[in-house]
């Protein structure tokens, strides 16, 4: 009688994994068809903005063309809209193909000693075109650490995670709102900040901002370009750094995005964090940037 009894609670037991094995499949399955569909939808994004900024570019310089020669005025006008549509394509292919290399695992940190005051003024002026388009100021507050001129770390990638902070800062914004970047420099320890007083967030949406093949469609993307892959790569290059990303946001009043970047330490080795973990690899003859 006790191994009828056994033998119904094993079966019983089995049962009850099958279940949750099939549970677990449907799942997975879900996942996967999500995710097809994440790529898909990413794939068509990208095509679009590819091609859209071409497009723009190729009917412009033919406009050029054809303007006689007192119209000089018309064509510094057509020029700079190129400018701006060649920046925006530009800008956007490079984050594809950093998403593309960190999917990959080849993408690598090279450090050196950097101005991160005259990286972030730097990046500020690239998007004076859509800066200036949407009437905004935008305010630079650091602490006075000598640290800030000679920073060692990733040019490129601080470049990467300004630029798409500071772009998606001026996507959220109304007309004539205001952006403040705050930079702080303490124990070897960088943190920048992004601050918009734009759309914002819904709380329950934030998950989907990192993810690389998903793009929101509340009224901060619906009303405005990109392919949505802007933040996920930010998180992906800062992890590339041992560094980290924290939001704030808030329906109607903004967002608030800090990235926190530990400084690279010369050891006998090449470059580690302060945690001694080695990271990257450069000959001692690196230059500041």
Known sequence: MGNI?????????????????????????????????????????????????????????????????DEMEKARKLAKIIYSETFFLDFQLNNIFMAARLEAGEAVANPVKVDILTLINNVIVDFEVDITKKQLSVKVDHNNSDKLTHFVSDPAILKTVVANLLSNAIKASNINGQIIISVEEADAMLHISVQDFGVGIDADKEHELFDRFKKLDDTINSINTGTGIGLAVVQGVLDLLHGSLEMESEVGKGSLFKATIPEAIRTECGFATDDGELFFDMDDDSESF
């Open 5 to 69: 009894n056994n033998n119904e609670i094993d079966v019983e037991r089995l049962k009850e994994e099958i279940a949750d094995l099939q549970l677990r499949l449907e799942q997975m399955n879900d996942k996967l068809g999500k995710s097809e569909g994440y790529k898909s939808h990413f794939l068509s994004l990208v095509t679009n903005e590819i091609i859209n900024p071409f497009t723009s570019i190729l009917g412009l310089s033919k406009g050029i063309t054809r303007l006689k020669d």
